[in-house]
């Protein structure tokens, strides 16, 4: 078989997985009850977020919050600080991309 097989956790708890790390390419799946969020960190590499359910609350740099639904795909710049935070009534899930990977920024 040619093809790898990664999957993902189906749930509804708290999760920030790494599902690839390869230097061209970097995925994490991440699953944000109400009010969770992530720790504030600055973007090791580009960073594209397709947003799968419910809803994100994205700061970058010193700019205002945004607000984004499921169906959105937010591409942010490599370095850039950011603050994650879910402040919708659902919970949300959202795959990382990151191309490059952050392996060879390094």
Known sequence: ???KQVLYTKTDEKVIER???EAAVAVNHMVLPKGTGLPDHVANAPVYMII???QITLQLDEQEAHTYEA???ILIPYKTQMRVNNTGDA???L????APGPRSLA
């Open 1 to 3: 078989m040619l093809e």
């Open 19 to 21: 599902l690839i790390d």
């Open 52 to 54: 799968a359910r419910g």
């Open 71 to 73: 169906g959105h795909v």
């Open 91 to 93: 919970v949300t899930e």
């Open 95 to 98: 795959f990382v991309v990151k």
